[in-house]
């Protein structure tokens, strides 16, 4: 599903480094080591060997005093990192994706100039933005491309049926072929992991990731966690923990989007700050609403929270409306988009009590299907 990343291509995973500056050079393959990477290193751009553009060192003189790269590393390297102190040297070299130019000197003002002139998508200063190439430099080692379609799903009240249908979605993309990773965000839900019968099942838990600071690896995020039903899932366990740090939480869901596919969080009715860091990392978040006067009225205050930090809240309508009310009704009250209605499938709890996961079959299968269908349509955009 997800396309590679500009710039990211066949050089191995391996960025390539290029300045003369020992000490920045000591910062980067510092860096690199940190994300994981062994990258190439030039020291610096050669004189050419002889006169009329001759190639010296990889590189070839050019005549209006530039340089361009006659070897493989530039155009093939995923990532290149081109220190400041070398930059006015590169001015001829080809265009490119995925260029980054380093240096330290914060007061510069023709850095900028400098950054055109080679192409250069960012401008990082050292030590300030070791965490942003840190991420850059593991992007491109984990291969990352298009972040995962990231949908909430939240209850306008107790027993709205939110995680039901969170599993249900997860599901069902999973079935579709989708990399799919379901994570449970409610840590007095019960968890998610019960709900598809896999409590047992082996994997990292929340409390494992507690602990968890800076970035975290999407391939090995998605490796530790239970399998099942074909999707990767992460809930919470049956201790007594009951809280993660919100950057913990930040930065596992972080992980999980890079991994690319689908990730659906169940979310609880509260907004806390590591609520609050979901949230802000969601394409859509899905409000279930049960079909009652009462619901609705619980679901104004739960949508009033949660539209402050989502950038699109949609309602979900379960069962029959009382008599005046439609599902289009209850949208407008909410002051929210209709995403659609699932019927309350009277059979369903014995079901999945029996072992069958939500969204097996039924009418919730067929609303989750034509959910992703135009989610996960051929624009590959997020849900419409």
């Known amino acids: 599903m997800p396309d590679r990343a500009p710039g990211i291509g066949p050089g191995g995973g391996r960025p390539l480094i290029i300045t003369e500056d020992p000490l920045l050079l000591d910062d980067l393959l510092r860096l690199c080591a940190a994300a994981g990477a062994e990258p190439h290193v030039r020291h610096a751009v050669p004189e050419p060997s002889g006169a009329g553009g001759e190639r010296g060192g990889g590189y070839e003189r050019v005549g209006d005093g530039g340089v361009r790269d006659v070897g493989i590393d530039w155009e093939s390297a995923p990532l290149v990192l081109v220190g400041d102190d070398i930059a006015r040297r590169m001015g001829g070299a080809p265009r490119r994706d995925g260029v980054l130019l380093v240096g330290r000197d914060l007061d510069d003002p023709l850095v900028w100039q400098r950054a055109v002139e080679i192409g250069a998508e960012e401008v990082l200063r050292l030590p300030d933005a070791e965490h942003r190439l840190v991420d850059r430099i593991a992007d491109v080692m984990e291969g990352a491309g298009k972040p995962a379609v ?3 799903v939240i209850g306008g009240s107790g027993g709205a049926g ?11 993309a999973a079935r579709a072929g989708e990399r799919t990773i379901l994570i449970d965000g409610d840590p007095l839900g019960g968890g998610v992991d019960v709900l598809l019968g896999g409590e047992s099942a082996e994997g990292l838990r929340w409390p494992d ?3 968890s600071r800076g970035r975290v690896g999407a391939g090995a995020l998605e490796e530790s966690l239970p399998e099942l039903h074909a999707l990767r899932v992460l809930s919470w366990d049956r201790g007594e923990r009951v809280a993660v740090p919100p950057a913990a939480v930040r930065s596992v869901v972080a992980a999980a989007r890079r991994r690319g596919g689908v990730v659906v969080v169940d979310l609880p009715r509260r907004v806390d700050e590591s609520v609050a860091e979901v949230l802000a990392q969601l394409d859509l978040v899905l409000l ?3 079909g009652e006067l009462r619901s609705v009225a619980a679901a104004g205050r739960v949508a009033a929270g949660v539209r402050m930090l989502a950038r699109d809240v949609r309602v979900v309508v379960r069962g029959r409306c009382p008599d005046g009310l439609d599902a289009e009704a209850v949208a407008r009250l909410l002051r929210a988009p209709l995403a659609g209605e699932v019927p309350v499938e009277v059979g369903l709890p014995g079901r999945v009590a029996e072992g069958e996961p939500p969204g097996a079959r039924g009418a919730l299968a067929r609303f989750c299907d034509g959910f992703w269908q135009r989610a996960l349509g ?6 419409v």
């Open 150 to 152: 990231t949908v909430g």
């Open 162 to 172: 939110a995680s039901t249908l969170a599993c249900a979605l997860a599901l069902r």
């Open 209 to 211: 990731f507690a602990a």
């Open 288 to 290: 279930v609403v049960p």
């Open 378 to 383: 051929p624009a590959q955009g997020a849900p």
